[in-house]
């Protein structure tokens, strides 16, 4: 039996926004992922930043791929529109719905894998084109559906649960999006809720496109090769008559950690994390210096949490492409088929 929905009892003192919703108004279906990931705390952050904002649920569109980010959408607001797409092509699907309808808030989710690799191209184009979105990218350096192959974020030296280790340098998607003239580029920890839920909530009021790369650890990976408690031994060793998995329970990782400050997180297989937090008098308007930041602190070890950039002056998608204020579903037939010698017009254009 699978649980689809929460229920739907509220206590009558609970906090109302200013639409009249309480923060339960914003949840979704129950979380199928494992017990401790990270992409949980995420969609906590993402619950908390629209109920704060006082969204109207309908005003919401969600949108995903493919991975354990993108069941994350089944997870949060379940009365927005939402679509589903295949690997790696959710910045399409969200480049086409916010050109019919610019009226509503569009939340992307993805994953290390969804978007840096077979998705590496869409989420260029989304940035190129300075998209009106906010893009969730819940990083774990691994395929989590797959059995945790290293992504496209692994860090070179990891070691895989079967002990590989990897030799490939990392696609860092911060400076990917800073390279490629991204309008709000942040980072954050999916444990920080205090640092990340303002970084959501300002994502979502950004014109143009925002990206939050979201260190997220992946809980269910820690086994070994060689264990005799690992899942691939057990079934190796057990005449069953189907498989099954037992994800052992793991606690929320969260973290708290002031301006300027440095702090090592200790992850669930034992690993570490140094993050670090961006200062209270950095400049995150000069472009050069924030390529320069991340990549000085990148050789270092360390990961640069915060609000990373924050540009001005560029015209964002709707902008550009001039689209109508009014959603194409609202129009009606004769402004949208303006007649034959209208539309041959507009075909001669392109010949």
């Known amino acids: 039996m699978s649980i689809t929905g929460k229920p739907r009892v509220e206590h009558p003192g609970q906090r109302r926004n200013a639409v009249g919703l309480s923060r339960r108004a914003y949840e979704g279906g129950m979380s199928t992922l494992c017990a401790g990931c990270g992409h949980d705390s995420v969609t906590a952050a993402i619950v908390q930043a629209c109920f704060e904002l006082s969204l109207p649920p309908q005003s919401v569109a969600k949108l995903s791929g493919i991975g354990c980010s993108s069941k994350t959408t089944a997870y949060f607001v379940s009365g927005a529109h939402g679509f589903n797409g295949v690997h790696g092509r959710m910045p399409a699907i969200a480049a086409g719905a916010s050109a019919a309808n610019r009226t509503l808030k569009y939340i992307g989710v993805s994953g290390d894998g969804d978007s840096l690799s077979i998705g590496l191209g869409q989420l260029g184009h ?101 264990s005799t408690k690992s899942y691939a031994y057990v079934r190796e060793h057990q005449q069953v008559p189907i498989a099954t998995d037992f994800v052992e329970a793991r606690r929320e990782i969260t973290v708290s950690y002031a301006e300027g400050e440095t702090v090592s997180v200790e992850l669930h297989d034992g690993s570490r994390v140094v993050l670090r937090k961006l200062d209270r008098d950095y400049d995150p308007t000069d472009r050069a210096l924030a390529l320069a930041y991340v990549q000085e602190r990148s050789a270092r070890n360390e990961h640069v949490t915060g609000l990373i950039y924050l540009g001005e002056g560029r015209k964002d998608f709707h902008a550009r492409h001039q689209t109508p204020d009014e959603p194409l579903n609202s129009l009606p037939f004769e402004r949208l088929c303006p007649g034959k010698a209208a539309l041959g017009g507009i075909i001669a254009r392109y010949r």
Do not use: W
């Open 126 to 226: 989304a940035i190129r084109r300075n998209m009106d979105m906010l893009y969730m990218l819940e990083n774990n350096g691994v395929y989590g559906l797959t059995k945790g192959q290293f992504s496209a974020s692994a860090d070179i030296g990891s070691k895989s649960k079967k002990g590989e280790r990897n030799d490939h340098p990392p696609i860092d998607p911060v400076l990917l999006a800073l390279s490629l003239g991204a309008t709000f580029v942040a980072r954050s920890f999916s444990g920080d809720k205090e640092q990340l839920v303002p970084l959501i909530k300002a994502g979502l009021m950004h014109e143009g496109f925002a990206l939050i790369d979201v260190l997220s650890p992946c809980v269910t990976f820690n086994d070994h090769e060689g």
